[in-house]
């Protein structure tokens, strides 16, 4: 899936998971908000989204952060445009190639808006 991509498989995985809990009633979304904010307060390493491509250094606190990134690129279109996103690079497009289709702006846009939002997150 992407060769390295770590953070958007990680990040899809965390955030299928959370979802199933609170549509199944099994944790309030207030909860997950209040873990993930926690997560990433205590993070010692603050490492950057797109260093998270190939790396996952446990102090970075890298599944919150994974997470809290594909919930935010899921957040205006939906569960659709990972789909697609999976798709294209299924069928061999290159990730970043098939990130900027699906998802509609390239990597590095989605990084920068990602770290001035986490930035605000965890004020």
């Given at each position: 899936m992407g060769g390295s991509v770590r953070w958007i498989a990680e990040g899809m995985a965390e955030s299928f998971a959370y979802r199933s809990l609170i549509a199944d009633g099994v944790i309030p979304a207030a909860n997950l908000d209040t873990f993930t904010r926690r997560q990433l307060t205590t993070a010692t390493n603050q490492?950057?989204?797109q260093s998270l491509e190939s790396s996952f250094p446990a102090n970075a606190k890298p599944y919150a952060v994974s997470y809290l990134a594909v919930d935010r690129l899921l957040a205006p279109k939906g569960l659709a445009t990972i789909r697609d996103w999976c798709t294209r690079v299924g069928r061999g497009?290159?990730?970043?190639?098939?990130?900027?289709?699906?998802?509609g702006e390239t990597t590095n846009a989605f990084y920068a808006r990602f770290e001035a939002f986490r930035a605000d997150y965890v004020r």
């Open positions: 490492a950057t989204l497009e290159e990730w970043h190639q098939a990130f900027a289709a699906a998802f």
